[in-house]
């Protein structure tokens, strides 16, 4: 993880750099401009996501919750199964 990170503020560092030689005067806002994008497709992919399923369990909408489970597990009987296990954990007689 350490090294990811170095690489990725090593990259960002030279494509600053390389911004700033293209234009002195409007350098600074491309370096901006660019560093919110990922910060905008993050936005995006949240607003997609479906809610978690133990926080929907503990919302009382368990039916919710298997259908989330439903779409991300190979089976019905595996989603079944961890529906079952979330409830126990979360204490709920469903």
């Known amino acids: 993880n350490a090294l990811l990170v170095c690489i990725g503020q090593f ?7 390389l911004f700033d030689q293209v234009s002195d005067e409007w350098g600074w806002r491309f370096m ?3 560093a919110a994008l990922p910060s905008v497709a993050m936005f995006i992919g ?3 996501l479906p809610e978690s399923p133990r926080w929907l ?3 009382g909408r368990s039916g919710e919750a298997l259908d989330v ?3 991300f597990r190979d089976s019905d009987r595996v989603a079944n199964e961890e529906l079952a296990e979330i409830l126990e ?4 007689t469903d």
């Open 11 to 17: 990259s960002a560092g030279m494509v600053d750099g």
């Open 32 to 34: 901006l401009g660019l």
């Open 46 to 48: 949240f607003m997609k």
């Open 57 to 59: 369990v503990a919302a």
């Open 69 to 71: 489970l439903r779409s």
């Open 89 to 92: 954990n979360e204490g709920v």
